[in-house]
């Protein structure tokens, strides 16, 4: 039997289509033949058909590479990508885009796909990965010296304008803040001074209680680790002001008090004399008549206490004003504390409370009075930073501290002077008056020992004299 091709028609099928029991055909022949037998028979002409069918993908161009930048905005835009396909045809081509959010819009990974598709519905793919993550710090401008020295009479500089630039962020603002080690003054205040532990005095603590169990005739006696004064102008209710700090008990260092007593109703002499039945206290007769020019408080009971710490810790104790007639008050001058004759604070109070002393195994609740005791120089060293910060929306951090030192005027070459004995940078009556209060001392130890005998006598007197109104700043450098 011999067979004869007699015809071949080709079929292009418009896209890709089932056809004659198969899928995916694209092309189609359609083969007629012709048979006869070696006796000369011939057959009918048949025909079969030859499917072409396409199940293979596009050929992927490379894929572009892995990218990592800084900012949203530097995401670089997308490329186009042709693929290959075995068949003629269109490809068509599906870019896509899936971002995974991180913290902030400078934060996320974004998978980019191109996906190619043939006309029979074969796919392929290639992706990019494009990790977006700031990790560039903000760039503070406009900043100050890193140190600076300052007197304690000097204002503080005014702040600069310091502004923050980020290579994203284009809001990233800028915090301020200040850190004051000990000493703080307070800015509402007309003055702030640091109260000291008493010097040449007839007493040797600055607090006591009295009414305390535990302690010796229950007298309870502490010492300053820091306190601080600050005072402020008549707000209606007379001159006012805050004492706080903190105190050791002489017997057990472990443990003592946070202070917290706000002062009012503060008056000079002439006005708290003229109230029936006041007075002031001068136990030691160091006083003289520095009391004229002293100023009179009475304490603000209204949040006034003490707060256990250490082995005292969870006590509290409310403190009031004693006398309760208010006949004597707070005492705020040169001599006024009531134990030596410096510049200083002194003043008497009530207590009640709960006290704990876990080292006396005490812990019940008590009552009874106190007195406080402290020098004050109003001019004292301190330390303090300020500092500012900035952070981006992902959390880069830039800071910057600038350590500023202001000088006590016993810090101070330039402004000490040997008679100034209140430290206020001058010498005035107010030194006179502590001069005098003094005058007479012969413990070898004496507070206005201007010759450097060890005692204060008329010798003292004569150098405090000849130096009375020359300014310290033009004192020599013998001062």
Known sequence: MQYVANNLVPIVHDGCVDYEGSTNVRYSIICYFSATDDCGNEAEEVFTVLNIVDNTAPVTPEAPEEENVQCASEVSAPIELTALDDCQGPITVSPSEVITPGECDNQFTMVRTWTFIDACGNDSSVSQTINVIDETAPILSGLPDSELTLNCQDEHPELPLVIADDNCDLNVQVEFTEVYTGFQPDPEAYETCEGIQPLNASADWSMALFGLPGHDDEEAYYNTI??????????????????????????????????????????GWDAWSAIEGNSYKDDFNLAGNAYLDWTYYLVNSEGAYVEGWGDLEGSYLDISHTPIDNSIGWQHGVGANNVGPHFGLGGWMAFEGFYQNTSLEIAEDVQGAGDVAIDLNCCPTYLFTRIWTAIDCVGNESSFSQEITVLGTDAQAALFCLADFNFDGYRTTNDLAILLIDYGCFSGDCACDLTGDGFTSSADLGIFLALYGIPCENADSED
Do not use: C, K, R
Not at 226 to 243: C, H, I, P, R, T
């Open 226 to 267: 820091f306190s601080q004064v600050s005072f402020y102008d008549d707000n209606g209710n007379g001159l006012e002001a805050l004492l706080t700090g903190t105190v050791y008990d002489q017997s057990n260092p472990n443990g003592g008090w946070h202070m917290y007593i706000p002062l009012t109703a503060g008056m």
